[in-house]
């Protein structure tokens, strides 16, 4: 299973930024799709799922509020719309995948992942 992100880049503090990411070849409804990052010198942090079957969606804490995920299953596509970035989302974002019922997102359990894509958010 090949996760790849696109959309990440460099923006000023306030700005916003959307990744995607595109599961080909997937039964889409049968997982849990999400994305966790890891900044430099700090632990992975999960930060965001969806669960295409249903539209079931997860924030952390961190980026509730200005964050949204969503997905359109038709394209088995992820998106997750970053808006009001601050310096501190500055990180490696992944998209990962987990098999419902099985893996546990918010504890950034996950059977497939991404590649990763730098999100970096200057002050």
């Known amino acids: 299973v090949q996760l790849v992100e696109s959309g990440g880049g460099l923006v000023q503090a306030g700005g916003s930024l959307r990744l995607s990411c595109v599961v080909p070849?997937?039964?889409?409804?049968?997982?849990?799709i999400g994305w966790t990052r890891q900044a430099p010198g700090k632990e992975r942090e999960a930060v965001s799922y969806?669960?295409?079957?249903?539209?079931?969606?997860w924030y952390a804490d961190s980026v509730k509020g200005r964050f949204t995920i969503s997905s359109a299953n038709a394209k088995n596509t992820v998106y997750l719309q970053m808006s009001s970035l601050r310096p501190e989302d500055t990180a490696v974002y992944y998209c990962?995948?987990?098999?419902?019922?099985?893996?546990?997102?918010?504890?950034?359990?996950?059977?497939?992942w991404g590649q990763g894509i730098q999100v970096t958010v200057s002050s």
């Open positions: 990962a995948a987990g098999r419902r019922g099985i893996t546990a997102p918010i504890l950034d359990q996950y059977d497939f």
């Open positions: 070849g997937f039964t889409f409804e049968a997982y849990y």
């Open positions: 969806i669960s295409p079957s249903d539209g079931t969606t």
